[in-house]
């Protein structure tokens, strides 16, 4: 007896559950604001957000995913300091050199030119003018120099930073390193096998790239 009508309570549940479900009208929602979310205008003013912000900030002392610290100041201290102290962590590989010749001709072949003389395409047009050879003895660059100009630009060059990732700037380090070193006759250096490669010498803390304010050469 107990199971005939435990049975016929399952049948009317299922009946009920069925003739309550209507093709041209939606079923009842639970929590529809699982299903649905409050959509708020781009720059509106809204109460949700706290004192009346347009929208949530980050945590004090976040950084973005992927970006590393730089500690070297846009300013002409921070220039030369780089351009003596910053060395390039990658090791001076045919794999390193070869990216970095890909990300050169992408970014900076069409003002600095293919081999590094300042004749590129840009300037045989005359579109830029003054942009000196890798070569040039009044320069002196150096691996820091040359990072630090991609990291805030330079004069009329303006900031690699947003292009480029920290593993991409140093492998175009090497690459430009390469040009200069061709340009001046010397063989370019490429480390061997089993040779310990300097760590990184990024230090910990630094301020995102601010205005271009570097004019060393």
Not at 69 to 78: A, E, K, L, M, Q
Not at 104 to 116: Q, V
């Amino acid at each position: 007896m107990k199971s005939i009508i435990k049975n016929i309570a399952v049948a009317f549940v299922l009946i009920a559950g069925v003739s309550c479900q209507k093709d041209s009208k939606p079923n009842y929602q639970y929590m529809p604001n699982m299903y649905t979310s409050v959509g708020y205008e781009a720059y509106g003013e809204y109460t949700v957000f706290e004192n009346e912000q347009e929208a949530k900030l980050p945590v004090d002392g976040s950084v973005p995913r992927g970006w590393m610290p730089y500690d070297y100041d846009n300013s002409n201290d921070g220039y030369q300091s780089a351009k003596t102290e910053l060395k390039n962590p990658l090791p001076y590989t045919k794999e390193n050199e070869a990216a970095g010749q890909q990300l050169y001709t992408i970014y900076c072949a069409i003002c600095h030119g293919d081999k590094g003389d300042g004749k590129g395409t840009l300037v045989q047009r005359e579109k830029i003018l003054g942009v000196p050879s890798y070569d040039d003895a009044g320069r002196a660059i150096t691996e820091g120099s040359i990072y630090h100009v991609m990291y805030y630009g330079i004069n009329s060059m303006g900031s690699y930073a947003a292009q480029t990732d920290e593993n991409e700037r140093w492998q175009i380090v090497q690459y430009v390193e390469k040009l200069k070193a061709e340009l001046e006759g010397r063989a370019p250096r490429i480390d061997t096998e089993g040779v310990e490669i300097q760590e990184n010498l990024i230090p910990a803390v630094e301020a995102r790239p601010e205005e271009n304010t570097a004019s060393a050469h």
